[in-house]
């Protein structure tokens, strides 16, 4: 048996295997990021529900997820978020929900990125 052929079979059984690992790992990311979006969107404020509606993901970098709201006011020096000003104002428009919330969802968000591992292999 030529060890140049068992070397190249060994090479392509471990690249399909770390293509498949790199595919349920993004796919289990997501899961994982909806289930923060469904929440954040469940605690946001409902004056308008344009706010609740304005949760998004980002996909920046490779296995990496980012949850943002998108939704913008004017403020003093123009456009802010105004994720940032219920979170973090000190006056009457702060409502903090975010960190608790992403605190509350930590073990839902990791059941379903094992849920979801779990399928994709």
């Given at each position: ?25 993004d796919k289990s990311l ?92």
């Open positions: 048996m030529d060890i140049n052929l068992i070397d190249k079979a060994i090479g392509d059984i471990l690249e399909e295997y770390a293509d498949l690992t790199f595919k349920v790992t997501d899961a994982g990021a909806k289930v923060l979006i469904k929440n954040l969107k469940a605690a946001s404020p409902k004056d308008s529900g344009e706010f609740a509606k304005s949760w998004k993901q980002g996909k920046k970098y490779k296995l990496r997820r980012y949850v943002g709201n998108t939704k913008m006011v004017n403020g003093k020096k123009g456009e802010v978020p105004l994720s940032n000003i219920l979170e973090y104002s000190t006056g009457k428009k702060a409502r903090p929900f975010i960190k608790r919330t992403h605190e509350n969802s930590v073990n839902e968000i990791a059941n379903a990125i094992i849920e979801e591992v779990k399928r994709g292999i």
